[in-house]
């Protein structure tokens, strides 16, 4: 009756491996701390954002980096950051309150996203530059300066709705940014308003994985921006915004095999793979496969400052298929880029301890009831299936050898649907009560993003460790600055 495991390792860089080589450190933090607990790594985004950089270097581009607050509420990540030469994109008044008292400077801030008159106000007051997304935000952010007699504002044009030279459509629709085809009268208000704000480029922040329709809205800026100049306009920078993506999985073959035998599953040639047949928007329909993966693609061989890589490398159609790095260089334009999830790669993970194993039907799957609600440990809301890594509490366990268990991970929620994930997850031996769970790479919105006190049960809290010459080194990440870690930032 031995189960045939379907797994989905992580990849582990260096600093989350020795991390996980410390399972006496983390129990003893979730004994002190609480489970489930959040555990960020601030160094590892100073190394990613030299990944960036070393991409701009190799194009021999100029521009900022701004990494999107939203992926993750950490302080300690952010003022790692303020240690660096980075940028942050803030999208709330909250945050951008947050990066300057972190001690980011206007000059480093950019702030995109819905806003209210307050984050308007603040933005403008501290000469941040302004991400403006209709003519209607414009005139607000115009009359804002006016009635305040502000000093004039840098602003960037959100576009979307890019087309290509021929008729198809390549980006998909968003609830953000201009239509790019209206670009005229959205520059004809940027000119009745030239005493107030001050352009200094044009922006997209497209949802997607795919390259080309990134390349193509890439394209459709530097177009805008041509037209720009011929209106004696003098903007210098596009911003490609985020999107960069990161890989989850490390093993490729594993993710094919699963995929594989998802759809196997789904079609009922092999049993189930999720609670309650669960398909991930795969469906039956009479012996048809029907519908779409809805999953996050979980290894990705080109993710992250990778992905910019092969951005800056594509070729621009509409002007003679050169690539669009060159473009950029030859007009001396900055690229200014937003990544939230790929600068957070690998900078933490989420701890839960196992409260309950259990089997409901003799030779099916255990029930693994955890200290944690699928709101703390918000893969599953992103469509990222990956393995956790199990600690055990005893370093050494009796009895025969670790044989593979397929279990089913349940929050502590008295709620049917908390599911930490609907997915079948098989593990190289059976977890007993008091074991850790390590949710590996959850920085990037899986960790407060969707957090919740409902139940009054405790949001997680979280944490920063740091290496400190052999040994790991951790504070609450509200108490850490970069002059706390010995390691880090000087
Ligand atoms: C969310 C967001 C980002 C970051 O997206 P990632 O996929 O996390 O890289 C960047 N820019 C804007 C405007 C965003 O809303």
Redesign the pocket.
């Known amino acids: 009756m031995g189960v045939q495991p379907l797994y989905l390792e992580p990849r582990l860089e260096e600093r989350l491996r020795s991390l996980l080589d410390s399972p006496g450190l983390l129990h003893t933090l979730i004994d002190a701390l609480g489970s489930p607990l959040h555990v960020v790594v601030p160094d590892q985004i100073a190394d990613n954002l030299q990944r960036f950089r070393s991409v701009y270097r190799s194009h021999r581009l100029s521009g900022q980096i701004f990494f999107?607050h939203?992926?993750n509420r950490s302080s300690a990540l952010l003022r790692r950051l303020a240690a660096t030469d980075a940028g942050v994109?803030v999208?709330s008044l909250g945050e951008l309150q947050h990066a300057l008292g972190a001690g980011l400077t206007p000059d480093r801030i950019t702030a995109?996203?819905p806003k209210n008159p307050e984050f308007l106000w603040l933005a403008a007051r501290t000469s941040v530059t302004v991400?403006i997304d209709s003519p209607g935000e414009l005139a607000h952010l115009a009359a804002v300066v006016r009635r305040h007699a502000l000093p004039p504002c840098r602003i960037l044009l959100?576009l979307s709705g890019f087309e290509t030279a021929g008729v198809r459509i390549l980006s998909r629709r968003s609830r953000?940014g201009s239509p790019a085809r209206e670009s005229a009268s959205l520059l004809d208000a940027v000119e009745r308003h030239r005493d107030v704000v001050d352009l200094v480029g044009v922006?997209f922040?497209l949802?997607t994985t795919s390259l080309d329709e990134k390349a193509a809205a890439l394209e459709g800026c530097l177009r805008v921006l041509e037209e720009c100049r011929s209106r004696g306009l003098r903007p210098s920078a596009v911003d490609v915004?985020?999107?960069?993506?990161v890989g989850y999985v490390a093993d490729g073959g594993q993710w094919e095999r699963y995929t594989t035998e998802l759809t196997a599953a789904v079609l009922g040639t092999r049993p189930p793979l999720a609670w309650g047949g669960h398909g991930y928007g795969l469906r039956n329909e009479g012996g048809t496969l029907r519908g779409s993966l809805g999953l996050y693609p979980a290894h990705r061989p080109v993710a992250g400052a990778r992905y910019l890589d092969e951005l800056l490398a594509s070729p621009a159609a509409s002007f003679g298929g050169r690539p669009l790095a060159a473009l950029l260089l030859e007009h001396l334009y900055d690229l200014h880029t937003?990544?939230?999830?790929?600068?957070v790669d690998q900078c933490g993970l989420t701890l839960a301890r196992v409260l309950e194993v259990r089997t409901q039907q003799a030779g099916g799957e255990l029930l693994v009831r955890l200290e944690a609600k699928a709101d703390d440990i918000a893969l599953e809301d992103h469509g990222v299936l990956v393995d956790p890594v199990v600690l055990p509490r005893e370093a050494t366990r009796p009895g025969p050898g670790p044989h593979p268990v397929a279990v089913h991970l349940f929050g502590s929620l008295c709620l049917e649907a908390d599911l930490i994930t609907r997915r079948t997850v098989f593990l190289p031996r059976r977890p007993e009560p008091g074991d850790l769970m390590a949710f590996t790479n959850t920085a990037?919105?899986c960790m407060d993003f969707h957090a919740t006190r409902a139940q009054h049960q405790p949001v997680g809290r979280k944490i920063a460790a740091w290496q400190d010459g052999g040994s790991w080194r951790w504070c609450l990440d509200d108490q850490y600055w970069p002059t706390t870690s010995v390691g880090g930032a000087q």
Do not use: S
């Open positions: 999107a939203k992926a994109d999208a995109t996203g991400g959100r953000f922006a922040h949802d915004g985020g999107g960069f993506g937003e990544p939230g999830r790929a600068l990037g919105y």
